[in-house]
Every structure is written in structure tokens, then in C-alpha cells.
């Protein structure tokens, strides 16, 4: 079965960047979509960004759009989130989960069927 395992958190300043790695053990491309998701303190999970391994297309939560950029590298087998102007409320556990239904619907985070451990991002100055 896969395994997601993300990498890149940690402490930054608001307004600085941090990318996201999510390295799959085997193909993404068994998966139809892989999202990022991030539970910030006391607050719901909720959806991020997803790709979709069919078309390539992409799907942002309005409060990330035009800072985060999901994309991928088949390749290496690894899902990226690149995020720019961070902001404190951008604070959470993010987690990269994937899923081989064709017809899941973003940002659905039960459709999702693997998940990684998830690591922190803090905003902070």
C-alpha cells in the first residue's frame, strides 16, 4: 500500500515561503488525486490544495489561492506545496492524503484514503 511521507515544516516568518514535500513509496500516478490538508490548533481540518494525476488540474481553498502552488514530479514520486506570504493563521499540521477513487470530489477529506503523518508549519515572528 502507499505511503505518503511529508517533509519541509517548520518555523518561518510571516510574509517568508516554505515548500512542502510529500514522497510517495511507490507511483502517484495509481492515485487519481493527492491533496494537501492542514488542521490548524483548535480549528477544523480542512482542504488545502489537491491535484489531479489524471490532467494534471488543480483545486485551491480560496484562503491559500494566488500564495500556495501544489505540484508535482512524477518522476521522484513526490507531491510539492510551495507557499509564499505566509501568515500566522497559515499555522497547522499539514497532511498530504491521496486517493485512487476516480470520482472523488475536492476538497472531501473523507474521499481520501491514505494519509500521511502529517508535519507542522508555524508562522510566527
Known amino acids: 500500500q502507499l505511503q505518503l511521507v511529508e517533509s519541509g515544516g517548520g518555523l518561518v516568518q510571516p510574509g517568508r515561503s516554505l515548500r512542502l514535500s510529500c514522497a510517495a513509496s511507490r507511483s502517484i500516478l495509481d492515485y487519481y488525486n493527492i491533496g494537501w490538508f492542514r488542521r490548524a490548533p483548535g480549528k477544523e481540518r480542512e482542504g488545502v490544495s489537491c491535484i489531479s494525476n489524471d490532467d494534471g488540474s488543480t483545486d485551491y481553498a480560496d484562503s491559500v489561492k494566488g500564495r500556495f502552488t501544489i505540484s508535482r514530479d512524477v518522476a521522484k514520486n513526490t507531491v510539492y506545496l510551495a507557499m509564499n506570504s505566509l501568515r500566522p493563521e497559515d499555522t497547522a499540521v499539514y497532511y498530504c492524503?491521496?486517493?485512487?477513487?476516480?470520482?472523488?470530489?475536492?476538497?472531501?477529506?473523507?474521499?481520501?484514503?491514505?494519509w500521511g503523518e502529517g508535519i507542522l508549519v508555524t508562522v510566527s515572528s
Open positions: 492524503a491521496a486517493t485512487a477513487y476516480p470520482n472523488y470530489v475536492w476538497p472531501d477529506a473523507l474521499g481520501m484514503e491514505i
